[in-house]
């Protein structure tokens, strides 16, 4: 019998965190240590446990990682920098110009190891000629308001970097290069995850150009020039890539999956709507709102509570003034849509514990909600207009705050209903 579905909730967010630990997976993924030098490279938010669970296995190593201020650990060889996320800053920028040059020295019998997870587009900041930083960061902050898709985010980034889109894997020719790689993206496409900085991309400037059009983000003139001259992204059928082997050896569906057991222990009927889930935050809460309520209309006395878990990167198109993450977002549609729907009680949260451009994992939901929400002089709906579900829910004590995980695969939502 589960008592507090809200705590349930967060035992099965546990759960799909703890499956993604790189010190828990990534070892099963790691050759023996070759002979020879070895150099380890990376950039993530989960990039530093990562170098931490390689050290664990092979020793201390040469390298240097890129991860997101306050995501750090302490390794014995392998230097760790923090830069700033999903921004990038001067830490980004400095640290990746003496990654390229690390990875430029290495030789043909030598072994390069990259560590790639989400957030490393942002650390990995190298623009292109005529392209400045704070250009780079403009753009970047015009991307995450303009509600694009993470991949069509990341055609832009590749074409105005010299390190993403494989360049960072030539950047290494003629040394062996294994990525291993936590992915974050819908679909699982290595190409996709931290703007691939191991894997060659077969778009264009042309491409850029078009999701810039497209979803109407404001660059600065000179973006557009640098994007008319072309740009170094590396054909997947480049000769320098193929020394390169990218192993994806972490995903949402491994951790859903885990939750899912998890749940079924407990006497769940556990439905899994997808990893890959994509869409508006709002729009998609409103589609799992209908089909909620749905299944519980044909509920009887007796039946096992249903659980619908869902993975993938909803989006937020910024129309108002909050900070727009989207699993609050999510949380904030789905309670206006379930209307105080009795037995239903839901979870959104980021992997990384970082939603949106808050410090904060996602909300928990429960059918009181807009009740207390009225109770505290709250109206929800305005919060909503404005994409201000992170300030709502922290005036209902709703936040889920996990601080850094070390991981990243990703969104992570469960839908609790029983009659």
Same mark, same amino acid.
């Given at each position: 019998?589960?008592?507090?579905?809200?705590?349930?909730?967060?035992?099965?967010?546990?759960?799909?965190?703890?499956?993604?630990?790189? $010190?828990?997976?990534?070892?099963?993924?790691?050759?023996?240590?070759?002979?020879?030098?070895?150099?380890?490279?990376?950039?993530?938010?989960?990039?530093?446990? $990562?170098?931490?669970?390689?050290?664990?296995?092979?020793?201390?190593?040469?390298?240097?990682?890129?991860?997101?201020?306050?995501?750090?650990?302490?390794?014995?060889?392998?230097?760790?920098?923090?830069? &700033?996320?999903?921004?990038?800053?001067?830490?980004?920028?400095?640290?990746?110009?003496?990654?390229?040059?690390?990875?430029?020295?290495?030789?043909?019998?030598?072994?390069?190891?990259?560590?790639?997870?989400?957030?490393?587009? *942002?650390?990995?900041?190298?623009?292109?000629?005529?392209?400045?930083?704070?250009?780079?960061?403009?753009?970047?902050?015009?991307?995450?308001?303009?509600? *694009?898709?993470?991949?069509?985010?990341?055609?832009?980034?590749?074409?105005?970097?010299?390190?993403?889109?494989?360049?960072?894997?030539?950047?290494?020719?003629?040394?062996?290069?294994?990525?291993?790689?936590?992915?974050?993206?819908?679909?699982?496409?290595?190409?996709?995850?931290?703007?691939?900085?191991?894997?060659?991309?077969?778009?264009?400037?042309?491409?850029?150009?078009?999701?810039?059009?497209?979803?109407?983000?404001?660059?600065?003139?000179?973006?557009?020039?640098?994007?008319?001259?072309?740009?170094?992204?590396?054909?997947?059928?480049?000769?320098?890539?193929?020394?390169?082997?990218?192993?994806?050896?972490? &995903?949402?569906?491994?951790?859903?999956? %885990?939750? &899912?057991?998890?749940?079924?222990?407990?006497?769940?009927?556990?439905?899994? /709507?997808?990893?890959?889930?994509?869409?508006? %935050?709002?729009?998609?809460?409103?589609?799992?709102?209908?089909?909620? /309520?749905?299944?519980?209309?044909? $509920?009887?006395?007796?039946?096992?509570?249903?659980?619908?878990?869902?993975?993938?990167?909803?989006?937020?198109?910024?129309?108002?003034?909050?900070?727009?993450?989207?699993?609050?977002?999510?949380?904030?549609?789905?309670?206006?849509?379930?209307?105080?729907?009795?037995?239903?009680?839901?979870?959104?949260?980021?992997?990384?514990?970082?939603?949106?451009?808050?410090?904060?994992?996602?909300?928990?939901?429960?059918?009181?909600?807009?009740?207390?929400?009225?109770?505290?002089?709250?109206?929800?709906?305005?919060?909503?207009?404005?994409?201000?579900?992170?300030?709502?829910?922290?005036?209902?004590?709703?936040?889920?705050?996990?601080?850094?995980?070390?991981?990243?695969?990703?969104?992570?939502? *469960?839908?609790?209903?029983?009659?």
């Amino acid at each position: 019998m589960i008592h507090r579905p809200d705590l349930f909730l967060r035992r099965l967010f546990d759960r799909a965190v703890e499956v993604a630990d790189p $010190m828990r997976s990534l070892k099963d993924y790691l050759p023996e240590k070759p002979k020879g030098r070895v150099i380890v490279i990376g950039a993530g938010k989960a990039s530093a446990r $990562m170098a931490e669970a390689v050290e664990a296995a092979w020793g201390p190593c040469e390298g240097l990682v890129i991860t997101r201020y306050g995501y750090a650990r302490s390794c014995q060889g392998i230097e760790i920098v923090e830069a &700033a996320h999903p921004v990038p800053d001067e830490a980004g920028l400095a640290a990746t110009a003496r990654m390229l040059a690390l990875a430029e020295s290495a030789g043909e019998g030598d072994f390069v190891l990259a560590l790639i997870s989400g957030g490393a587009s *942002a650390l990995l900041v190298q623009p292109v000629l005529g392209v400045s930083l704070a250009e780079k960061q403009a753009v970047n902050q015009a991307l995450l308001a303009s509600g *694009a898709p993470i991949d069509r985010m990341n055609t832009v980034r590749k074409h105005l970097s010299k390190v993403k889109g494989g360049q960072l894997a030539a950047a290494a020719w003629p040394a062996h290069l294994l990525a291993l790689i936590i992915s974050d993206v819908p679909g699982d496409d290595p190409a996709f995850i931290g703007s691939g900085p191991t894997v060659g991309d077969p778009s264009t400037p042309d491409d850029a150009l078009a999701v810039i059009d497209r979803w109407k983000v404001a660059v600065p003139q000179s973006v557009r020039e640098a994007l008319s001259r072309g740009s170094g992204v590396v054909q997947p059928d480049d000769p320098r890539l193929a020394r390169t082997r990218n192993v994806i050896y972490a &995903a949402p569906r491994q951790s859903l999956e %885990a939750a &899912a057991a998890l749940a079924t222990e407990a006497g769940c009927d556990v439905r899994l /709507l997808g990893d890959a889930l994509e869409g508006e %935050a709002r729009e998609v809460a409103a589609a799992q709102a209908k089909e909620a /309520l749905a299944l519980q209309s044909v $509920m009887k006395p007796g039946d096992s509570p249903i659980l619908l878990l869902s993975g993938g990167e909803l989006t937020v198109t910024r129309r108002g003034d909050g900070i727009g993450g989207p699993n609050a977002e999510f949380c904030l549609a789905l309670a206006l849509a379930l209307d105080g729907a009795e037995g239903i009680h839901a979870l959104a949260c980021d992997t990384d514990g970082v939603d949106g451009a808050a410090e904060v994992a996602g909300a928990v939901i429960g059918p009181n909600v807009l009740k207390d929400a009225v109770d505290r002089g709250r109206d929800p709906r305005p919060a909503l207009e404005r994409n201000d579900a992170h300030s709502f829910f922290a005036a209902m004590d709703a936040q889920v705050v996990t601080g850094p995980t070390l991981t990243n695969v990703n969104d992570f939502r *469960a839908i609790f209903i029983r009659i």
